[in-house]
C-alpha cells in the first residue's frame, strides 16, 4: 500500500469511481486513490495490477467509503472490464440496487468518454442496447418506484449521468403510463441513452460554462437535436421513434421549442415523454450555473408548463409516480 499523495495533481484531474466495480475485477487495471477528510487532493492507495482476490475487493469496499477515485485520464480503462462483467453484477442481488445502477452509470460515462474521441459513435450506439437492456431488467427485476430512482441516482452535471438517469425514469414513467412489453421499453431506454448524442459536437468550455451564454453560444447549444439526428439518422440499428426522441426533446406543445418550433400534433408520443423526464433530470441535477431544485420544486416547474412545453397527461402521470410510496 501506498500514501504518497499525488503531487503536481489537482482534485479536478481525478473521478470517483463506485466502489462495487472492485467487485468485477481481478486486479487492479488503473492506480487506485483515496480522497482523505483533510488533503485535497487523492492519494495514491493501490498500484496498477494490484491482484484483487475476494477478499480483498471487499475490504477495500468496507474500508473506502464513497472516497476511491482515478484519475480522469485512466478512466476509460475501467471500460472493457466493467462491460464484460457488467450482466453478473446486475444480477447479483446481495448487491444493492443503488450500486447497481451507479455501475450501469459508470459503464455509460465510459462508452460516452470514448465516443468523444471517434469520428463516429458506433460503439457507443452498440452499447446503449445492452445498457438500455440492463437498465430494463435492474428496474422490473427491483420493483422500483420512480422516487426510489431519484433517491439512488446521482444528480450531477456530467453528460454520462444524465442519459443514465432519463433512461432510467423513462423506463418507470413509460410503465406508469401502461407500457408493459419488455422490448419496448428497452427501446425507450436506448432512445434515453442516445438522446443527447448530438452534445458531444459541443465544446466543453460551452457545456460547463458558469456564465451567461452568448448568442452565438445558445444556438450552437440549441442545434444538438438535429446534430445528434443527422449523426444516427442514417443507420439501420435505430428506431424511427429513437430518432424523433434525440430530434424532438426539446420541442413545445406551443411551438416554441428548437430546433423547428414544431407543435403537438407533429411531435411524437416518446418524445413528449422524454422531454418530461429530460427536464426533471436537469432540473434536479447539479449544473455549473446553478444548485439544484428538490424534486417537488421540479415538479412544480413541470406542472406550471404542462399544456405550453409539456403534455399535461404526461406531467399529471410522471408527478403521481413520483409522489407514489
Not at 406508469?176 to 422490448?183: E, K, N, V
Not at 429530460?278 to 406550471?304: M, N, Q, W
Request: proline share 3%.
Amino acid at each position: 500500500m501506498s500514501q504518497s499523495v499525488a503531487t503536481s495533481a489537482t482534485a479536478s484531474e481525478f473521478v470517483r469511481i463506485p466502489n462495487c466495480i472492485l467487485r468485477t475485477l481481478d486486479r487492479t487495471s488503473v492506480d487506485l486513490f483515496l480522497q482523505h477528510d483533510d488533503v485535497e487532493v487523492p492519494v495514491l492507495y493501490r498500484d496498477a495490477g494490484y491482484p484483487l482476490s475476494e477478499d480483498r475487493a471487499k475490504g477495500l469496499v468496507e474500508k473506502c467509503g464513497d472516497t476511491l477515485f482515478v484519475r480522469a485520464r485512466d478512466y476509460a480503462d475501467f471500460s472493457s472490464d466493467l462491460v464484460d462483467s457488467l450482466e453478473h453484477m446486475l444480477e447479483e442481488e446481495m448487491v444493492p440496487t443503488g450500486e447497481r445502477f451507479e455501475l450501469l452509470q459508470c459503464a455509460v460515462s465510459m462508452e460516452v468518454e470514448q465516443s468523444l474521441r471517434m469520428v463516429n459513435s458506433d460503439n457507443y450506439v452498440a452499447q446503449t442496447k445492452v445498457i438500455g437492456r440492463q437498465i430494463v431488467g435492474l428496474i422490473n427485476h427491483s420493483e422500483l418506484l420512480p422516487a426510489d430512482l431519484f433517491d439512488i441516482v446521482r444528480h450531477d452535471h456530467h453528460t454520462f449521468v444524465h442519459v443514465t438517469n432519463v433512461a432510467g425514469y423513462l423506463t418507470l414513467l413509460a410503465k406508469a403510463l401502461g407500457f408493459s412489453d419488455s422490448r419496448e421499453l428497452e427501446q425507450l431506454a436506448i432512445g434515453g441513452l442516445l438522446h443527447d448524442l448530438g452534445k458531444r459536437k459541443i465544446a466543453a468550455e460551452i457545456l460547463n460554462k458558469t456564465a451567461a451564454l452568448s448568442p452565438r453560444e445558445w444556438e450552437i447549444i440549441r442545434q444538438h437535436p438535429q446534430t445528434g439526428y443527422e449523426e444516427l439518422c442514417m443507420r439501420d440499428n435505430v428506431m424511427h421513434e429513437q430518432l424523433m426522441m434525440v430530434y424532438q426533446h426539446h420541442e413545445h406543445l406551443d411551438g416554441n421549442g428548437y430546433p423547428v418550433g414544431i407543435t403537438a400534433e407533429e411531435i411524437h408520443p416518446w418524445s413528449k415523454m422524454l422531454a418530461v423526464v429530460d427536464v426533471f433530470d436537469a432540473l434536479t441535477g447539479e449544473r455549473p450555473y446553478r444548485s439544484p431544485l428538490s424534486c417537488d420544486e421540479a415538479l412544480e416547474f413541470l406542472a406550471s408548463k404542462a399544456g405550453t412545453q409539456f403534455d399535461k397527461e404526461i406531467v399529471a402521470c410522471w408527478t403521481s409516480a413520483m409522489r407514489q410510496t
